[in-house]
Nanobody
Framework: QVQLVESGGGLVQPGGSLRLSCVAS????????MGWYRQAPGEQRELVAT???????TYAHSVQGRFTISRDDAKNTVYLQMNNLKPEDTALYYC????????????WGRGTQVTVSS
């Protein structure tokens, strides 16, 4: 059974930092591109950042220079370091695992809430 479990969300003031984690189980981790997406109330889910096992990374323009995605394949874990947070970063953040080798499965976590407010 595949599980993606996110953690690390919370309430932070503008300019603050948070680190999200997502632990994956039930998949061959290195076959997957891992990503973070977010969805604000009334908005569509949007890409934040992705990383392959070869450490090819992509970022949304709105977070470039402030967020960093990283992964520890030995721990089946992907991280999202978020610095200089802004109120517009407030959203439910989801972890995604998309298979890019030997298949095309896609899995989602349940999300972790990030709220940026003074």
């Amino acid at each position: 059974q595949v599980q993606l479990v996110e953690s690390g969300g919370g309430l932070v003031q503008p300019g603050g930092s948070l680190r999200l984690s997502c632990v994956a189980s039930g998949i061959t981790y290195t076959y997957y591109k891992m990503g973070w997406y977010r969805q604000a109330p009334g908005e569509q889910r949007e890409l934040v950042a992705t990383s392959t096992a070869g450490f090819e990374r992509t970022y949304a323009h709105s977070v470039q220079g402030r967020f960093t995605i990283s992964r520890d394949d030995a721990k089946n874990t992907v991280y999202l370091q978020m610095n200089n947070l802004k109120p517009e970063d407030t959203a439910l953040y989801y972890c995604n695992a998309r298979q890019i080798r030997f298949g095309d499965a896609s899995y989602w976590g349940r999300g972790t809430q990030v709220t940026v407010s003074s």
